[in-house]
């Protein structure tokens, strides 16, 4: 019988594809379809747009991946743990998308044209659920391999 063990490194990675999809969809929702200059301030709120996606990015990276090592593992900690340190990941990442928007708003930017807003976006919501992901699922070590 074998130890069922979980790859941080294939979660990380699974964490990206979601969270960049997701990234999409709620840029579509929000920011629309049609190619256009997006102000980082009023009226269109790019930059302020980094803190609910930063909070949900946060949120689910932390959250689904150490659920499904829990369930992979048989006897991971407990639900309440878990659930904890995804809220705290969330303020944590709400915390990180409003530096974003302050860092920004701050700087002054000029509009960015629409596509490469949306390019931002979907990158930076892999790369944050990549991050989380990765920080969240250490807390199974040593069940966790990093392959």
Same mark, same amino acid.
């Given at each position: 019988? *074998? *130890?069922?063990?979980?790859? +941080?490194?294939?979660? #990380?990675?699974?964490?990206? @594809? ?7 969809? %709620?840029?579509? $929702?929000?920011?629309? *379809? @049609? ?11 790019? #930059?302020?747009? %980094? ?12 959250? =689904? ?23 705290? %990941?969330?303020?944590? $990442?709400?915390?990180? $998308? ?5 860092? +920004? !708003? ?9 596509? /490469?807003?949306? #390019? ?5 919501? !892999? =790369?944050?659920?990549?991050? =989380? /992901? *990765?920080?969240?699922?250490? &807390? %199974? @070590?040593?069940? @966790? &391999?990093? #392959?």
């Amino acid at each position: 019988m *074998t *130890t069922p063990t979980v790859s +941080i490194r294939r979660e #990380a990675g699974i964490s990206v @594809v979601i969270n960049g999809l997701l990234s999409l969809a %709620f840029f579509l $929702g929000v920011f629309g *379809t @049609v190619s256009r200059p997006l102000g980082w301030m009023a009226p269109d709120n790019l #930059a302020i747009d %980094f803190v609910p996606q930063s909070i949900a990015v946060a949120l689910m990276s932390a959250l =689904v991946p150490a659920l499904i090592a829990r369930k992979r593992l048989g006897n991971g900690p407990a639900l309440r743990p878990i659930l904890i340190r995804a809220a705290l %990941f969330a303020l944590a $990442g709400g915390g990180l $998308g409003g530096l974003l928007a302050l860092s +920004i !708003g701050a700087a002054g930017l000029s509009a960015i044209g629409w596509g /490469a807003a949306l #390019a931002i976006k979907i990158a930076y919501g !892999g =790369v944050l659920g990549a991050l =989380v /992901a *990765t920080l969240a699922l250490r &807390r %199974f @070590v040593p069940a @966790v &391999r990093t #392959a």
